[in-house]
């Protein structure tokens, strides 16, 4: 809610959706939100819930699109809307993204068969449900004592 209102001041909010009546009331609801964005700095960080921010810009300005979402550090999840499969490919290898949607919504990795998860402030890279997920949780350690210091018997190692 407090990035809603900052964004309400600070972008352009475009739609809400209307709660039905004496829902607010019931829970903790939000609805969802589209808000359109002057530049991509305004997004300071990773806001979760259903809320949708619009970029427009030209095809000339993609470069500084692309280094502008680079620069946030955040890698969680891209949508991608375009008629050109070149430039929806020349978007997924550009971005440092855990998981890129191209003309589909942006939830639903399918459990057990997608795995889930971001990159850099994002997520730590492995992703849960994938196969290296496992490893994300183990830490490799080595210790060497040389036994003979401390007054071992080295020949009986052998």
Do not use: W
């Not at 475009?14 to 939000?30: D, I, K, N, Q, R």
């Not at 280094?67 to 949508?79: M, V």
């Amino acid at each position: 809610a407090r990035h809603v209102g900052r964004m309400r001041t600070e972008a352009k909010l475009l739609y809400v959706c209307e709660m039905p009546p004496g829902l607010a009331e019931t829970g903790h609801f939000f609805p969802p939100h589209l808000i359109e964005l002057r530049t991509l700095d305004q997004l300071r960080t990773e806001e979760f819930g259903p809320i949708l921010h619009l970029a427009r810009y030209r095809s000339g300005e993609l470069p500084q699109v692309l280094e502008a979402i680079r620069s946030t550090g955040f890698g969680l999840t891209l949508g991608v809307h375009s008629r050109l499969e070149s430039v929806a490919q020349h978007l997924f290898r550009s971005l440092p993204v855990g998981n890129t949607y191209v003309n589909r919504n942006m939830i639903g990795a399918v459990v057990g068969v997608q795995p889930f998860g971001g990159q850099g402030l994002s997520g730590t890279g492995p992703k849960a449900g994938g196969p290296h997920y496992l490893l994300r949780f183990a830490t490799e350690r080595t210790l060497t004592v040389n036994t003979a210091a401390i007054g071992g018997n080295v020949e009986l190692l052998s």
